[in-house]
Nanobody
Framework: QVQLVESGGGLVQAGGSLRLSCAASGRTFSMYAMAWFRQAPGKERDFIAS????????YYSDSVKGRFTISRDNAKNTVSMQMDSLKPEDTAVYYCAAGRRADMVGLSDMIYWGKGTLVTVSS
């Protein structure tokens, strides 16, 4: 079993930055691709970014490409996402997830989920 706990959410002004972190348990953390999703009220949960087990490759949705950066540290069992140039439309609950492949990012592809952390971007 892998347990995931997100942190770093909060309130930030448009144009500002925030860094999310996901702490994972388990000896096999490094074998999983990791991903971030987000969900705004009344909307579907959408893929945002993912990273391969060794950190060699990353994938981003068009909505965040160039603004968000995903990274991982397998020695510390963590995955992070640096969010820059935040916009009000980035407001959502952000979820950390673990899956088999970084290029398989459907909701049903994820094996483990965190509980989420709220990011609010004011206009």
């Amino acid at each position: 079993q892998v347990q995931l706990v997100e942190s770093g959410g909060g309130l930030v002004q448009a144009g500002g930055s925030l860094r999310l972190s996901c702490a994972a348990s388990g000896r096999t953390f490094s074998m999983y691709a990791m991903a971030w999703f987000r969900q705004a009220p009344g909307k579907e949960r959408d893929f945002i970014a993912s990273i391969t087990w060794n950190g060699r490759s990353t994938y981003y949705s068009d909505s965040v490409k160039g603004r968000f950066t995903i990274s991982r540290d397998n020695a510390k069992n963590t995955v992070s996402m640096q969010m820059d140039s935040l916009k009000p439309e980035d407001t959502a609950v952000y979820y950390c997830a673990a899956g088999r492949r970084a290029d398989m990012v459907g909701l049903s592809d994820m094996i483990y989920w965190g509980k989420g952390t709220l990011v609010t971007v004011s206009s």
